[in-house]
């Protein structure tokens, strides 16, 4: 590929953690303005708040001014944070944003106050990839480690199926999914965890490898920066499938952003093949008023009975009682009460402890 050279760059970002790139890269100068294609940009300003980007050991590092990074283009629109899309074309020499701390770039339409703007990015060129063997020809480096198949069925092996679905953004789902993968791992049972919609960061499903996850996958290793309506259900399909295969006692999976969103929790809810595999869906709520809402929008737009509320809204008993009494729905905190919110989840499953079911065999 004409143009081609090699740079040296201080911070890899976890959104392309399938590539398996050294802090040595080749670039070429001709972008690709599509989902997933790999950029090596310069930092242009410093910022005192978010200011890290996940790089791909999971760790957080600070980014200041000059830093040489990698990233992949994606589009984003978060209620919380910024908002930006995919420009349609770009060269080396080109500004764009850096739209999560997951490493993901576009040209940024809108930022929430307590965020600052964002890092601006002066872009370099496009990663290199060598993929065929004992050949020097570069092709566009793009992120995960397969392409998504939209037609992808669903045989989830009559696995028990646990969903966290939010009222939005930063609502508690990753503290009680970890929650109950943690009491599930302390009663013996083989957990496997993923996250099927959002926008590319590895942190959450980090969280569900420390509580306990004997394995986890994220919607990036997939090839999807950002999710949507339109892939969102073979995401979830295909990660149910290939963790399912697996045998575990059972699978775990978290729905990034709200149950009013873009990022395709409503087409997942009303796949129906999705459904069917559902055992159990768990509502995390920021608040009464937003619990009553969610609880609705399961019953009446997606025909699903919640087993439990959590989040923000039951972080003290009065919550908790409101909750019960006028949505008949169980309440508990993931917080304060993770072993009683886990044990509740178990009980609906039919699930025992290993050790129980062990002592009954003998």
Request: one cysteine or more.
């Given at each position: 590929m004409s143009g081609m050279r090699t740079v040296v760059v201080d911070k890899i970002a976890s959104v392309t953690q399938a590539l398996g790139l050294s802090h040595e890269v080749r670039i070429a100068p001709d972008v690709p303005c599509e989902e997933g294609v790999a950029l090596v940009v310069e930092i242009l300003n410093n910022k005192s708040t978010y200011n890290t980007l996940e790089l791909t050991s999971g760790r957080m590092a600070k980014i200041?001014?000059?830093?040489?990074?990698?990233?992949?283009?994606g589009h984003r629109k978060a209620l919380f944070g910024y908002s930006g899309h995919i420009p349609g074309a770009l060269k080396p020499g080109d500004v764009i944003q850096m739209l999560n701390i997951g490493g993901v770039l576009g040209i940024c339409d809108s930022a929430t106050p307590d965020k600052g703007k964002p890092f601006d990015a002066r872009v370099l060129g496009t990663v290199l990839s060598f993929p065929y063997l004992g050949e020097r020809i570069g092709v566009p480096a793009r992120v995960g480690y397969k392409a998504l198949d939209y037609g992808a069925g669903l045989d989830a092996?009559?696995?028990?199926?646990?969903?966290?679905?939010?009222?939005?953004?930063?609502?508690?789902?990753?503290?009680a999914a970890s929650a109950i993968i943690a009491r599930m791992r302390h009663r013996g049972l083989v957990v496997d965890a993923f996250k099927a919609t959002g926008v590319s960061l590895r942190r959450d499903i980090l969280?569900?490898?420390?509580?306990?996850?004997?394995?986890?996958?994220?919607f990036t290793d997939l090839g999807v920066v950002t999710t949507t309506p339109k892939c969102g259900p073979a995401l979830t399909r295909t990660m149910l499938t290939e963790m399912a295969g697996g045998a575990p006692d059972v699978i775990v999976f978290e729905l990034g952003d709200g149950l009013l969103g873009t990022y395709g929790v409503e087409s997942i809810l009303r796949d129906e093949d999705i459904?069917?595999?559902l055992t159990a869906v768990v509502l995390s709520a920021n608040d009464p008023v937003a619990a009553w809402g969610g609880v609705k929008l399961l019953r009446e737009r997606f025909g699903i009975e919640p087993c439990a509320v959590t989040g923000p809204a039951t972080d003290n008993q009065v919550g908790v009682q409101i909750i019960r009494e006028q949505m008949s729905v169980e309440a508990f905190n993931a917080i304060s009460n993770p072993a009683d919110l886990g044990d509740h989840i178990i009980g609906k499953l039919g699930l025992r402890n290993v050790g129980e079911s062990k002592v009954s065999a003998e």
């Open positions: 200041t001014r000059g830093d040489v990074v990698v990233g992949a283009l092996r009559g696995v028990p199926v646990v969903a966290l679905a939010g009222t939005c953004m930063e609502a508690g789902k990753t503290a969280a569900f490898e420390d509580a306990g996850a004997r394995r986890t996958m994220i459904k069917a595999a």
